[in-house]
């Protein structure tokens, strides 16, 4: 398998994206026009509306903090006359920003927790089982228009602190994960997600 570009892109970045793989190369993009520094490139999209503006297969990974909730399932057409997906495109681009087998690395509130729905600006609300959408060899997500595909990697209930970055958790965060689980008292749910697509 090729090695995946040494690039990280982070979506809705504010001022410190994110870079949970440690890649070399980081990027960002958000609703607000920023300047690009010599730690990371910014670009200006809205991703509700507009592709991610970067090349097909630009990076070794993907990720979205807080960001996923934000992002509307529905919204009709500027004629009135038609809906179309929102949240579906964003993943399809996703998949093809991608290089293949690069990752996705998503970390948003998710139901029954009531941090899903106390933001008024959450309008997508994912449970345990939402990523099965975008996952396997016929994503259910293709009847509305996702074109891609994912192998899940993880897909957990995990304590948001503990889990900025891609690593094994210590006995320390796993004590505390542990602690949590059983009192009920965790919010965030964790995508890593893996790109599957044929190699350019």
Not at 46 to 68: C, K, M, Q, R, T
Not at 76 to 101: K, Y
Not at 112 to 121: E, G, I, K, L, N
Request: include cysteine; glycine fraction near 6%.
């Amino acid at each position: 398998m090729p090695s995946l570009p040494d690039r990280h892109l982070d979506l809705g970045c504010g001022i410190s994206p994110r870079n949970p793989y440690g890649r070399r190369e980081l990027c960002g993009v958000d609703i607000r026009p920023l300047e690009s520094t010599p730690e990371a490139e910014f670009r200006c999209a809205n991703v509700v509306l507009d592709p991610i503006p970067y090349p097909d297969s630009s990076f070794g990974s993907v990720s979205a903090y807080d960001f996923i909730e934000h992002v509307p399932r529905l919204l009709t057409t500027p004629d009135g006359r038609s809906t179309w997906f929102p949240f579906i495109n964003l993943m399809n681009e996703i998949w093809r920003v991608l290089a293949p087998g690069g990752r996705l690395y998503a970390l948003t509130p998710a139901f029954p927790s009531q941090a899903a729905f106390v933001d008024p600006t959450h309008v997508n609300f994912i449970s345990e089982h939402s990523h099965e959408y975008f996952c396997g060899d016929k994503p259910l997500g293709h009847i509305y228009g996702f074109s891609g595909a994912f192998r899940p990697l993880r897909t957990e209930w995990v304590v948001y602190l503990d889990s900025l970055v891609s690593a094994p958790l210590t006995t320390r965060q796993k004590l505390r994960l542990m602690n949590r689980r059983w009192r009920h008292r965790l919010t965030h749910f964790l995508w890593e997600l893996e790109a599957v697509k044929p190699a350019p």
